[in-house]
T-cell receptor, first 114, second 112 residues
Framework: GDSVTQMEGPVTLSEEAFLTINCTYT??????LFWYVQYPGEGLQLLLKATKADDKGSNKGFEATYRKETTSFHLEKGSVQVSDSAVYFC?????????????FGKGTLLTVNP | NAGVTQTPKFQVLKTGQSMTLQCAQD?????MSWYRQDPGMGLRLIHYSVGAGITDQGEVPNGYNVSRSTTEDFPLRLLSAAPSQTSVYFCASALERGIGYTFGSGTRLTVV
């Protein structure tokens, strides 16, 4: 079945540091890939997405590129801020038919210190 | 435009009690789903629906029932609450695959 593996946290960085959160996936078809962010006490918000190979999703300074050859969708940001502290989830949605299910990774807690 | 609305935000139940978690969306989305979030487990799909009158099981359906009588509403029923159902529950909706899913703010349920 489908699965998503993301790097275990927690990740602690200083403000303005470079961020990478690794995400790899297993899927039988050509999934859409997502990054969601969850701020403390809140629900999940879509951060960015990519629907086909080599697509780059970007939002709020975050980027991720859909790499089919390595089945990866790593999240990056060049300079993190304290306000980026949150839990980040990588997810996929399988292609085909009426399958709209999201499969999530376990989440990575990011803490950014001033 | 309220998005996805979940009620209640917090609930404490005794073992064996039943209750319904409400979820409503006003975006005319066909797809709706329920997830539970547990520490170290990520989010796991409980049930989902691809339109009014159509529901199906997800990864962890045992102990939960759903129905979808309208496009807007997708309630989740706990038939006989157990401590293992202590979790945070999220409802999500989507217009179609690949666009992205809108999540509600969650219901934190504690079963004692």
């Amino acid at each position: 079945g489908d699965s998503v593996t993301q790097m275990e946290g927690p990740v602690t960085l200083s403000e303005e540091a470079f961020l990478t959160i690794n995400c790899t996936y297993t899927a039988t078809g050509y999934p859409s890939l997502f990054w969601y962010v969850q701020y403390p006490g809140e629900g999940l918000q879509l951060l960015l997405k990519a629907t086909k190979a080599d697509d780059k999703g970007s939002n709020k300074g975050f980027e991720a590129t859909y790499r089919k050859e390595t089945t990866s969708f790593h999240l990056e940001k060049g300079s993190v801020q304290v306000s980026d502290s949150a839990v980040y989830f990588c997810a996929l949605s399988e292609s085909g038919g009426s399958n709209y299910k999201l499969t999530f990774g376990k989440g990575t807690l990011l803490t950014v210190n001033p | 435009n309220a998005g996805v609305t979940q009620t209640p935000k917090f609930q404490v139940l005794k073992t064996g009690q039943s209750m319904t978690l409400q979820c409503a969306q006003d975006m005319n989305h066909e797809y709706m789903s329920w997830y539970r979030q547990d520490p170290g487990m990520g989010l796991r799909l409980i049930h989902y629906s691809v339109g009014a009158g159509i529901t199906d099981q997800g990864e962890v359906p045992n102990g939960y029932n759903v129905s979808r009588s309208t496009t807007e509403d997708f309630p989740l029923r706990l038939l006989s609450a157990a401590p293992s159902q202590t979790s945070v529950y999220f409802c999500a909706s989507a217009l179609e695959r690949g666009i992205g899913y809108t999540f509600g703010s969650g219901t934190r349920l504690t079963v004692v």
